[in-house]
């Protein structure tokens, strides 16, 4: 079973700078496309970023310019760094893999943001 373990989460304020870290088992990190989700009370799961395996990058429009998703094959993790932070940006941020030969999806347990004064 695939696992993603994911850290970096808290409470900073707004202005200010987290990074998520996510590590997956290197079979299915090898051959996925990982990316970052978040959801919001009363909201639904959105799409934060996305990179693939070759270092394609996806935003978000409200994250570009603020966010940046990066991985590092050699330690099967993928990262996102989060700079000037809004209280919008407050929510539940899940860590994502999608295999692109059959498109299944394993998620990690999540790990929340607060972005408050």
């Known amino acids: 079973q695939v696992q993603l373990v994911e850290s970096g989460g808290g409470l900073e304020q707004p202005g200010g700078s987290l990074r998520l870290s996510c590590a997956a088992s290197g079979s299915i990190f090898r051959v996925s496309t990982m990316g970052w989700y978040r959801q919001a009370p009363g909201k639904q799961r959105e799409l934060v970023a996305t990179?693939?395996?070759?270092?394609?990058?996806n935003y978000a429009q409200s994250v570009k310019g603020r966010f940046t998703i990066s991985r590092d094959n050699s330690l099967n993790t993928v990262y996102l760094q989060m700079n000037s932070l809004k209280p919008e940006d407050t929510a539940l941020y899940y860590c994502?893999?999608?295999?692109?030969?059959?498109?299944?999806?394993?998620w990690g347990q999540g790990t929340q943001v607060t972005v408050s004064s």
């Open positions: 994502n893999a999608k295999r692109p030969y059959d498109q299944r999806e394993y």
């Open positions: 990179i693939t395996t070759i270092g394609v990058r």
